[in-house]
């Protein structure tokens, strides 16, 4: 317990929780539960909750809390539903608009049957973390396919490669 405080190592309700044990424990010359929480800004209820689950659970879950039961929601995309937002992202936008819109996309996610329902968060977040401009660029295929340069490209790529 003392390392975690000494070196701050977590979340400052885990390092404030691990301070209140420290300053508890009767070896060390024990503080009061008044002392405790006028020391560390905290209601005596805190330091007493505390110091309960200490003496309940033990350390390790006084100090990280209860973890949660079941994640609240399942994901929305996982990697093979991402995939198809992300072609239909890249592709052409529909007829009389300049881009893709997240509420173009959402209506069109449902519309392909690719999800039941989704939220134009869900779908921002799903292209903000899976896409750049960057990586827009190497994913689009050409309009136009041309033999000649896929020719050219792949000699310039032998001569890039190890003998």
Do not use: H
Request: hydrophobic share 35%.
């Amino acid at each position: 317990m003392e390392p975690l405080v000494k070196t701050l190592d977590g979340s400052a309700r885990k390092v404030q929780r691990a301070q209140i044990l420290l300053k508890a424990c009767e070896r060390l010359g024990g503080w009061t539960d008044l002392e405790i929480s006028e020391a560390y800004s905290c209601r005596t209820k805190t330091v007493e909750n505390i110091r309960f689950r200490f003496g309940e659970s033990g350390f390790k879950l006084t100090l990280n809390g209860k973890p949660p039961a079941m994640p609240p929601r399942a994901r929305t995309f996982d990697g093979q539903g991402e995939a198809p937002v992300i072609a239909l992202r890249i592709s052409e936008p529909p007829k009389g608009y300049a881009n893709w819109t997240l509420d173009l996309l959402q209506e069109r996610v449902v519309a392909l049957s690719i999800v039941d329902s989704v939220s134009r968060e869900t779908l921002r977040q799903t292209l903000k973390n899976r896409m750049t401009q960057r990586k827009i660029q190497y994913w689009v295929i050409p309009p136009k396919q041309n033999a000649q340069l896929a020719a050219d490209m792949e000699n310039v790529l032998q001569t890039y490669l190890p003998p």
